[in-house]
């Protein structure tokens, strides 16, 4: 079984549970799934607990086949990669460094040449060469957040997942970085997972969108699907109407009832 | 994939960058023995530099009083001076990095106030803990508290979780309560003995041996070397434990191991030499700024800057009053802030 499974994942913190033996899901290589739901619902939480940065009390996690969810975190990373939401840092690094770093610790064997080679041509995907040399703590927000994209893809693992990896971006810059990821999970045959808040980004770039609500999943399949899904609006607690453009583009309208 | 990606203006200035930083590195190493040197020719006694350096290359070649001088009296406080200005400087530089916090040193949680109890209690009660610890009875008690301390906190930190937070807030516990006990131990202390503690927490290099030497040198070659091997992992952690964590890294038990090593460095130094402060915060912080904090360059120039400071603070304890030498603690923060104002001023206005 390729990809990512992942089944009856419970998260808590003492009594209170933020994922309640959330349903089962499959995200397959090569394709990119958005996480969408409201604040609170759960998604990063689910990333975190399929990154090993969260203890699961329940439930398991797949990897191409293998299970995963009792791997510490060094074994775990070449299975899963993960972009936090927090991508501002004081780290005196030029962006060079940073992602030369993450390569470095991802993966502590590979030759020194063959990484170097890897950060360049990361770079150069990521439009962050042209800042090879400049401290990352110097950068703008958007800037910091290319880094942090580009530490993510140096040494892809087979599942990427993204916490919001847009939100400091430009139109140009959201764009180019969403078809950054269609195209690593194209060529590296990765599973890609994106959180987002952006519903119209999400209908857009993903080929698939899950929703999450109060800890688990309340709908999961083709974008037109999920948003047509009264569960859709009542996650949010809006009244949701898509509808596609004469373009193709799927047009979403949101109002307070 | 080919060369050619390696061959972009963007490749050409970072490996412009690469040199630079090693050039940076061979530079401070040089100034490092240039004043150990001048450090070896101050002192007491007015000796030339030429005549120093005579007797460091063929001690037979010159007259006894010199050799003994040279290489029995002021050579053991000279490289002790460059030994321990590394340690605080390479731990400094890790405290910093594991707490994620510029302000923190190799002494932040509590290791100095320990150290200062547990010589006091040696001064105070003749109590050792090491059996057979004989002349070295102040030293060895003082590793053994410093050490102690750390390990409190390590066993706490398993116990509540290794992050930052809750290590700087269990060692600034430990540290009021270490105070407290040193403050009872002074108050009990007779004039004698109360004179001992102040001077010892004052820190002194004049205590060195070679034996020690040798041992400090030993340790930090061990220390330094498992840093060493930790050095993409302890670079990776300047992006915060989910980043560090998701390349493969475990954030909480690196913070754990990194303690005990530094630990191992801190408690050393004071144990030597007493409370020396301030090395470890500039040491790591001019590195810092002079090759950004990727471990390659960032720990062993941290070393360096420490050790060419403590050089420096080493001869200025000799010469500001001639046939006096201040206890170093107090003379390196004197040596100390001037230089450190003067780097950060200076970079400003370069950066304007």
Known sequence: MKGLHFEDIEVGYGTRMVLRGIGAAALLPGTITALIGPNAAGKST?????????????????????????????????????????????????????????????APDE?????????????ERTGTAPLADRMVCDLSGGQQQLVALAQGLVRPAPVLLLDEPT????????????????????????????????????????????????????????????????ECGAAYGVELAATRSGSGALLIEASLP | ???????????????????????????????????????????????????????????????????VIVW?????????????????????AQMQTILDNPLADPFTLGVSSAAGVGASVAIVTGLSLIPGAGPFLVSANAFVFAFGAALLVFFFSVVRGATSETMILFGIALMFAFNALLAMLQYRASETQLVQIVFWMMGSLQRATPERLMAGVAILAAVGGLMWRRRWALTAMRFGDDRAASLGVDPRRLRLETLLLIALLSATAVSYAGVIGFIGLVGPHIARLAVGEDQRWFAPLSALCGAALLSAASIAAKSISPGVIYPIGIVTALVGVPVFLSIVAGRRSVAR
Do not use: C, W
Not at chain 2, 74 to 90: D, T
């Open chain 1, 46 to 106: 689910l990333m975190r607990a399929i990154a090993g940065l969260l203890p699961i009390k329940r439930g398991a996690i797949a990897v191409d086949g293998t299970r995963i969810e009792k791997l510490r975190l060094r074994p775990r990373a070449k299975y899963v990669r993960y972009v936090p939401q927090t991508y501002a840092t004081s780290a005196r690094l030029s962006v060079y460094d940073a992602v030369h770093v993450a390569a470095r610790a991802a």
């Open chain 1, 111 to 123: 030759a020194p040449r063959d990484i170097r080679l890897a950060v360049a041509a990361t770079l």
């Open chain 1, 167 to 230: 939100s400091a971006l430009d139109l140009r810059n959201q764009l180019e970085a969403l078809r950054l990821l269609r195209d690593a999970a194209k060529r590296d045959k990765i599973a890609v997972a994106v959180a987002m808040h952006d519903l119209a980004l999400a209908a857009r770039h993903a080929d698939r969108v899950i929703l999450l609500s109060q800890g688990a999943i309340v709908a999961d399949g083709a974008p037109d699907d999920v948003f047509a899904a009264p």
């Open chain 2, 1 to 67: 994939m080919s060369d050619a990606a390696l061959a972009s203006p963007a490749q050409t200035r970072i490996a412009a960058a690469e040199r630079r930083r090693g050039l940076v590195l061979a530079g401070a190493a040089l100034a490092v023995v240039a004043l150990v040197l001048v450090d070896l020719g101050t002192g007491p006694g007015n000796i030339p530099l030429a005549d120093v350096v005579r007797a460091l290359i063929d001690r037979d070649a010159v007259e006894i009083r010199l050799g």
């Open chain 2, 72 to 92: 029995d009296i002021r050579l053991p406080v000279a490289l002790q001076a460059a030994l321990l200005g590394a340690m605080l400087g390479i731990a400094g």
